[in-house]
């Protein structure tokens, strides 16, 4: 999908429409300036719950809410013109029973204006997907990792490395895309799982840690910018060192403060340059 293409913003069935590797191009936001600045570049941007521990210092991404979600997302929904955003229900939103989902999903996309959800779960979540999907809410799954159940795996441990695994997971993919999504994550496995996964369905994959063999990418955008150094993860290759030039401008700042030369007189109110 072209990134050059008018300033239109991008559908969901436009998205379930884009397969063949290297066709998506999603990252995450949780501002509007950083919305603003990914926008052209993207055709999906995610608000990803990942937010608790990048913007939040979370551990996990256990306890972020559904309100903290809505409003990042308003954030970015006011920043992105052309890229198709999509919310990620945090955990317990949407676990509990289809009624539970439907209400949360329903409000999730009413207040925050996103075009989608993301879900995370395999076979046991397929009939909650589609009773919401039934009901107008498009879903992108998400496979593999699932950094909700950080607890249940004991850890962010890679996915499906053996080959009985291999047979698992192409089932849970078949299952989330008979269930209705329109799209699926797929995190931390192997190339050979991920090849047979973006084969087995017809939507699109979006692979994070799971080799090329997906129809689109997704990462981090503070991974790949350096803005985050809690952990950086070995998938993520860093395109800037943002991180670096924050520092070195608020050094600059604030020994001009301590020196007593800021501001000067061409950033002072009512002074003519
Ligand atoms: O929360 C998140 O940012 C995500 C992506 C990394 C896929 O789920």
């Known amino acids: 999908m072209s990134v050059h293409a008018e300033l239109k913003r991008v559908t969901i069935p436009e998205i379930k429409a884009t397969k063949g590797p290297g066709k998506l191009v999603m990252l995450t936001a949780y501002t509007k300036p950083m919305a603003q600045q990914l926008d052209p570049h993207c055709d999906i941007l995610l608000v990803g719950d990942s937010l608790g521990m990048v913007v939040y210092g979370m551990e996990s991404t256990l306890a972020v809410t559904l309100d903290m979600m809505i ?8 920043g992105a013109k052309h890229a198709c955003v999509i919310l ?6 949407y676990q509990e029973s289809h009624a539970q989902a439907y209400r949360n999903c329903a409000r999730a996309l009413a207040e925050s204006g996103a075009q989608g959800v993301k879900l995370e779960g395999g076979i046991e979540m397929a009939d909650t997907i589609k009773f919401v999907t039934d009901r107008g809410i498009p879903v992108m799954g998400h496979i593999g990792l ?3 159940h950080v607890n249940a795996m004991g850890g962010f441990k890679a996915q ?17 895309e008979a269930a209705g999504a329109f799209s699926m994550v797929i995190e931390g496995t192997v ?8 084969e087995a369905v017809k939507i699109p994959t979006i692979g994070i840690g799971a080799s090329p063999a997906c129809d689109g990418q997704v990462l981090v955008t503070e991974d790949i910018l350096g803005l985050f150094s809690d952990f950086t993860p070995k998938f993520a290759k860093r395109y800037a060192n943002l991180g670096e030039l924050v520092s070195k401008a608020a050094s600059e700042y604030s020994q001009e403060v301590r020196a007593g030369t800021f501001p000067a007189a061409e950033h002072c109110f009512g002074v003519k340059k």
């Open 71 to 78: 409003n990042h997302t308003k954030a970015v929904v006011r």
């Open 88 to 93: 990620d229900m945090p955990f317990g939103s």
């Open 146 to 148: 699932m950094p909700t």
């Open 160 to 176: 499906g490395k053996e080959e009985e695994a291999m047979k698992k997971w192409i089932g849970v993919a078949q299952a989330v």
């Open 191 to 198: 190339e050979p799982v991920a090849r047979a996964i973006t």
